[in-house]
C-alpha cells in the first residue's frame, strides 16, 4: 500500500516562497517519474511539475521560472520549490507518480497566497 503524505503549505503573501515536500512510503519510488499536481477551488486538478527517474524536469507554462522540482530517492521524497508565488497559485498540492493510473492520493497541503 503506497501513501503519500505531503507537508510544507500555509500562507504567504505575493511573492513569497514555500517548500513542499511529499513522502512516499511502502513503495520503491526511484523507478518513477513524480509529479506535483494542484487542485484550486472549482476547478480540474492539474499537473504543474514533473520529474523523471533521472532527473529531468518539465512545468507548465504558468510556473516556469518560479517553481523548481527535485527529488531525494535515498529519502523517497519530492520537493517543490515555490518562489515569486502568486495569488492565481493558491491551490491544495498533491503529489503522485506521473501515470495514466496513479497511486491513491494523499490529502495533499493547502497554499494560500494572498495579495
Known amino acids: 500500500q503506497v501513501q503519500l503524505v505531503e507537508s510544507g503549505g500555509g500562507l504567504v503573501q505575493a511573492g513569497g516562497s514555500l517548500r513542499l515536500s511529499c513522502v512516499v512510503s511502502?513503495?520503491?519510488?526511484?523507478?518513477?517519474?513524480m509529479g506535483w499536481y494542484r487542485q484550486a477551488p472549482g476547478k480540474q486538478r492539474e499537473l504543474v511539475a514533473t520529474?523523471?527517474?533521472?532527473?529531468?524536469?518539465d512545468y507548465i507554462d504558468s510556473v516556469k521560472g518560479r517553481f523548481t522540482i527535485s527529488r531525494d530517492n535515498a529519502k523517497n521524497t519530492v520537493y517543490l520549490q515555490m518562489n515569486s508565488l502568486k495569488p492565481e497559485d493558491t491551490a491544495v498540492y498533491y503529489c503522485?507518480?506521473?501515470?495514466?493510473?496513479?497511486?491513491?492520493w494523499g490529502q495533499g497541503t493547502q497554499v494560500t497566497v494572498s495579495s
Open positions: 503522485n507518480k506521473r501515470a495514466v493510473v496513479p497511486w491513491s
Open positions: 511502502g513503495y520503491i519510488f526511484r523507478i518513477n517519474a
Open positions: 520529474i523523471t527517474s533521472g532527473g529531468t524536469t
